[in-house]
C-alpha cells in the first residue's frame, strides 16, 4: 500500500521501519523541521525520524505549515492510498482527509482515556495498573475519531514513564501493522469512542513537576516514577532544584511537616509524604549531573541532617 508516514520523535521510528519490513511503500515521510540544539545550540539537528528516514532512503518533506498550498500539493503529487501518524502535531483537515484510504493515528493509551499530549506520564501518574494503545482515525477533534485497534498492557508497580515508553514504542510498531493490514484487507470494524468516558492527558510543563509532598505517599510515588526521566519531578533541598528520577516508598506514621527531608549523610535521603516517606535513589540536584543517592550525598557538605524542602 502507498503510504505517507508523519512522525518526529524516537517513538515513531519503529512504526516506521516495521511498515517497511512488511513490504509497504512509504512514499514520502513528514516530520518536523530541523532545530538547533546541542552545546551552545549552534548545531542543527535532525528528528530521529527524519535521520531514519534518510538512512532508508525514504523522501523527507518538512513543513513549517501544514496548511501551504505548496505543501498540500507535494502530499496530492504522491498519491498515498493512506497516511500513518505516529507522534506528530495536530493535522488540518486539508491533510488528514487527503488519502483516499484515510488517515490512521496511533496514541500511546486505551482512548477515550488519556486523550492528549502526555498519556503515558498521566496513566502512571494517576496510579494505573492498566494502559494500552489505539489506532483509530484522525477526525477534527483531536483523539477522537473512530477506533481501529487496541492492545492493553500493564503497568509495571515499580515501572516508569521512560520504561513504559519504550515498550510502547516497540508494541505500536506491531499494532500499526496489524493496523494497516486490516484496512488493506476491508475487512474490519470501527468502534465510536464514548465521550463520556474521556479523561484529559495535557502537556506537561516544569510547574506541573513540582512535588507536592503534602500527599498521600503512593501518590507521590507514582507523580515521581510517571515523570522520570523527562521531564522529571522536583522539590527544592537547600535553596536549590532537586530533581528526582528513582525512589522508594515507605508507608509510616509520623509528625513531620510534609516536605521535611532526613538523612544519614551518606547512604539514605528521605521526605516525608502525608503518611510516610519517599527515599530518593536516582537524584540530579541543579547544576550538577545525574547520579545515585549513595554518590551525590557523599559530594554535599551539609551542615544539618534535616531541614525543610
Known sequence: MRIVFMGTPEFAVPSLGALLDAGHEIVGVVTATDKFGGRGKKQLLQSPVKKFALERGLPVLQPRNLKDPAFVAQLEA???????????????EVVWSLPPRGTINLHASLLP????????NWAIINGEKVTGLTTFFIQKEIDTGDIILQREMAIGPEETAGELHDRMMVA?????????????????????????????????????????WDQPVDRVYDFIRGLSPYPAAWTTFQGKQL????????????????????????????????????YPTEVKL???RKMAVEEWLRGLRLEELQGRG
Not at 113 to 120: H, M, N, S, V
Not at 188 to 193: D, G
Open 172 to 212: 505500536g510498531a506491531e499494532l500499526v501493522v496489524d493496523t494497516v493490514k486490516l484496512i488493506e484487507s476491508g475487512n474490519y470494524e470501527l468502534k465510536k469512542q464514548d465521550d463520556s468516558q474521556a479523561t484529559p492527558a495535557p502537556k506537561i510543563f516544569h510547574e506541573t513537576c513540582a512535588i507536592d
Open 113 to 120: 482515556k488519556y486523550r492528549g499530549a502526555a498519556p503515558i
Open 78 to 92: 504522491l498519491k498515498p492510498e493512506l497516511a500513518v501518524v505516529v507522534a506528530f502535531r495536530m493535522l488540518p
Open 243 to 278: 530533581d528526582i528520577y528513582r525512589c522508594k516508598k515507605e508507608k509510616a506514621a509520623h509528625e513531620l511537616k510534609p516536605g521535611t527531608w532526613q538523612t544519614d549523610g551518606k547512604q539514605w535521603l528521605r521526605f516525608a509524604a502525608r503518611d510516610g516517606f519517599i
Open 286 to 288: 541543579s547544576g550538577k
